[in-house]
């Protein structure tokens, strides 16, 4: 049976069905019929957490939802969620008809959960306070076109301080996982949010995939803590593990992982403090694998030969934890050749600008060897 916990007074499925990497055909949109029967199996398996926004599928998710979800099934038999996408938000006349536009793709006359979507402190200070999108929101709350409202974010803690303290949200949404404790929100504003009685939704849990890439070593290491869990099992488990997160997110593009996720999920097993320490040491070998200390904070930016430094160290160290070179080189070959290492013309203008003291130009020529050769 799908564990269920309460967010905001409502009965949620601990396992939310994310609706941003349905599975595609060769043209790159929706496969239709193969997404439904996603749904339909979720629907059936006790999922009653959905989630899309304005921008996913290139605006495909929120109108194949209201065909496959809300035209289908009973209108209480499931929650609906999906965001304002307040990153292309221009003026409050444009929110607006964004907003009516999502009532109709998603064939609606409500959202039970509603976000603002990916916060930042630039999104924030930019365009939610002057577009005065919280109070426009405040006014669909009253209207009854929208039940809960919150935010998902993508910043640091200090900017997730700002914005959760700004107002009392109904809920918020996070990227959080055992690799994540530290960055992003991180560990601090889960305690944060808890201290103030926001619940929250974990986005991913899997980290775009990346927890279930390792090299047989640290599978090994899982593996001696537990033989009947997979790795996908082991990350949704330590979210879930976490009490006041009440729903978590997975962006599944086959049945098969469904599948998988609705096994971890239903009759929840959470982790023994013994196995979230044993996770703990793991994320500690797996940590140690990196190249360099880069933590991606841009201080050494703009490189004036065009360099992006920090996404060339991320998908290195990303590589030295997880193997898999091949997956990282075709994702580092993908930006424009000036961005790449071996566009460094060694001028060392970088390099006192790091405060981990990375010999950045050194460090470059080991990513080039890496990925370009
Ligand atoms: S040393 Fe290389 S990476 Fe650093 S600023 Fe100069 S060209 Fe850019
Ligand atoms: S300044 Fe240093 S730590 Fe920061 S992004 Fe650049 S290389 Fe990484």
Known sequence: MMTKRNLAGESTSLLGFGCMRLPVGKDGKIDRP??????????????????????YHNGESESFMG???????????????TKLPVMMIESAEQARSIFEEQLARLQTDHFDFYLLHALNRHTFRERVIPFGLIEMCEEWQRQGKIRHLGFSFHDDFDTFREIITYRKWDFCQIQYNYMDTENQAGRRGVDLAESLGVPLIVM?????????????????????????????????????????????LSGMSTMTQLRDNLRTMSNFRPLSPVQMQGVADIVGRIRARVRNACT????????????????????SNEEAMHGHTATYKKRYLSADPSKLASACVSCRACISKCPQHIPIPGDLVRVRGLFEK
């Open 34 to 55: 193969a997404a439904q029967k996603m749904v339909d199996e979720a629907m059936k398996s006790g999922i009653n957490y959905y989630d899309t926004a304005y921008m």
């Open 67 to 81: 065909e496959a979800l809300v035209a289908r099934y009973p209108r209480d038999s499931f929650y609906l969620a």
């Open 204 to 248: 991913e849990p899997i980290r775009g995939g990346s927890l279930v890439r390792f090299p047989d070593e640290i599978k090994a290491d899982f593996s001696r803590l537990d033989p009947t869990r997979n790795l996908a099992n082991w990350a949704l488990s330590w979210v879930g593990t976490h009490v006041q997160v009440k729903v978590i």
């Open 296 to 315: 991606g904070c841009r201080y050494c930016m703009p490189c004036p030969a065009g360099v992006d430094i920090p996404r060339a160290f991320a998908l």
